[in-house]
């Protein structure tokens, strides 16, 4: 038999626990808990308080778009004129909501990975992602230039050029 005194609860009841229909609301319940049955809402392995799982499908929605995304960052790769940072961190948002394993798959990945935390970490971008990024939209805009209407190249070289001012603005590490 226990000596410690019974939790405190509210007057009239004497297990402490909270009575009536809302004991749920009470208790800190949510309708979107995680499947699991973490009364948190909290994913597993998540500390109390971060935000809960989507429902089955969007995960499975979001899981795919962030396959996707990773592919087409690894296309850019290849493609001038082709983000890959861009899609790497769209890639890394939606595995972050979806699948704990990708997230960390592409956290630790060599090549991706430092995009996302430092991406993560303050919204820095590094210099030599930056060069590259300058270097790269140069070689697209003299293609632009050679291959594609007057106008739609003009378009094109004033999108990079904005791209261009606002990430050389980016802090670094």
């Known amino acids: 038999m226990s000596s410690d005194p019974p939790p405190a609860g509210p007057p009239g009841n004497p297990s402490g626990g909270t009575t009536g229909a809302s004991s749920g609301a009470r208790q800190g319940r949510s309708s979107d808990a995680h499947p699991s049955g973490n009364s948190s809402g909290s994913p597993p392995g998540r500390p109390a308080g971060m935000r809960a799982w989507p429902p089955w499908p969007v995960r499975w929605l979001l899981l795919g778009l962030a396959v996707v995304s990773l592919s087409v960052g690894i296309v850019g790769i290849f493609v001038p004129g082709l983000p890959t940072a861009v899609f790497v961190l769209i890639a890394a948002w939606c595995a972050d909501r979806a699948s704990p394993r990708f997230h960390a ?36 805009a003299v293609v632009l230039l050679v291959f594609a209407q007057p106008f739609w190249a003009a378009v094109a070289i004033g999108v990079m050029g904005g791209v261009l001012v606002w990430l050389w603005r980016r802090p670094e590490r």
Do not use: E
Not at 106 to 128: E, M, T
């Open 105 to 140: 798959w592409l956290l630790g990945n060599r090549i991706f990975g430092p995009i996302i935390r430092d991406w993560q970490d303050g919204g820095r971008v590094s210099r030599k992602a930056k060069r590259a990024a300058a270097l790269w939209m140069s070689v697209s």
